[in-house]
Nanobody, 119 residues
């Protein structure tokens, strides 16, 4: 199992920046992928960014060029640097860890952190 603790959310003006952190209870080398999702009111949860233990990275189309996912393996922490924020980025952001055993993927979730982009 993995416990995830997110931090870094808050209120920011359009065009501003925030950095989210997600601390994992185990080494990232034992985790297949770390992902950030978000869910806005009335909308489905969507993938924002993902990074695998092999270093493969992908982003949702709406955040490409603005958001960056990274890891600090010494701290078992994954970050989401969010720049040029827009009101439509307002959502609860969730950290996800995927552990794989054979053909089965087990997903673990953080508690979520609110990001509000508003003037």
């Amino acid at each position: 199992q993995v416990q995830l603790v997110e931090s870094g959310g808050g209120l920011v003006q359009p065009g501003g920046s925030l950095r989210l952190s997600c601390a994992a209870s185990r080494t990232l080398f034992a985790i297949y992928a770390m992902r950030w999702y978000r869910q806005a009111p009335g909308k489905e949860r969507e993938l924002v960014a993902a990074i695998t233990s092999g270093g493969n990275i992908n982003y949702g189309n709406s955040v490409k060029g603005r958001f960056t996912i990274s890891t600090d393996n010494a701290k078992n922490t994954v970050y989401l640097q969010m720049n040029t924020l827009k009101p439509e980025d307002t959502a609860v952001y969730y950290c996800n860890a995927a552990l794989v055993t054979g053909p089965v993927e087990y997903d673990y979730w953080g508690q979520g952190t609110q990001v509000t982009v508003s003037s």
